[in-house]
């Protein structure tokens, strides 16, 4: 998923950045208003991360003005301003979540993830087949046994369970992995890939991962048709 972490303070935006990056979330960053505008003016991303001191602009009215502009995506808001009446103010202009600084990381990370789950069916697991990923402890079982993954691993897996029966793009998978400032290029999303597959394999899944030649890929059961085998 691609976020953006709207905030002035350089380094505390590359620390939220590394810490999300961590949990297999790419994030973008703008340090003024009028970044912030063009990014998601350009970019269609899951959450925001808005922090209200910004130097060109009050948060409240960069708030005001996506949602203007019709930017749907939840806003989580960060800010020194811990008063209820300043909380308020940021929930009624478009926040769907406020954190006050400064706070814990794990509590971050996890008013993020309530917010991505919104809108959700309930449950807690995503299933296909014989496999199940739980969106809250962020991990993948086949046939109820764990299998390891890594961050990346874990985020293209998850893309694809949220799009079963679709070809997911090699472009969308790897807008979901990176961001702006990352020096990576498309053959990694194929690295992942090959990866997951022999991961799926040796764990004995009944699915696999169809590979189409200039399209992208999709979770199969093995069942139902012949996953294409690498090149």
């Excluded at 269609?44 to 995506?73: C, F, H, K, T």
């Excluded at 990176?178 to 990694?188: E, L, R, T």
Aim: proline letters at 3%; a negative charge.
């Amino acid at each position: 998923m691609r976020l953006l972490v709207v905030e002035d303070d350089v380094q505390l935006a590359n620390g939220l950045v590394s810490s999300l990056a961590q949990s297999g979330y790419a994030a973008d960053t703008a340090h003024n208003a009028r970044d912030a505008e063009i990014a998601c003016a350009h970019t269609n991303y899951a959450l925001v991360i808005l922090d209200l001191g910004l130097p060109d602009l009050d948060g409240l009215e960069l708030l005001r003005r996506l949602r203007l502009d019709s930017m749907r995506a939840p806003v989580l808001i960060l800010s020194a301003r811990d008063q209820p009446q300043q909380r308020v103010a940021g929930l009624d202009s478009g926040g769907d979540d406020y954190l006050s600084k400064p706070f814990v990381v794990a509590e971050f990370e996890a008013r993020i993830r309530a917010l991505l789950r919104r809108g959700e069916p309930m449950g807690t697991a995503i299933t296909f087949g014989a496999l199940s990923f739980e969106k809250a402890a962020r991990h993948l079982t086949v046939h109820d046994r764990e299998i390891e993954l890594t961050p990346s691993e874990l985020a293209v897996i998850e893309l694809l369970l949220r799009q079963p029966g679709r070809i997911v793009s090699k472009a969308d998978i790897f807008n979901s992995l990176y961001s702006w400032q990352d020096n990576a290029n498309m053959s990694a999303v194929e690295v992942f890939i090959s990866r997951l597959r022999r991961k799926l394999s040796t764990a004995g899944a009944d699915v696999g991962i169809r590979v189409f030649r200039g399209l992208g890929y999709r979770l199969e059961k093995l069942g139902d048709a012949k996953v294409a085998p690498e090149a």
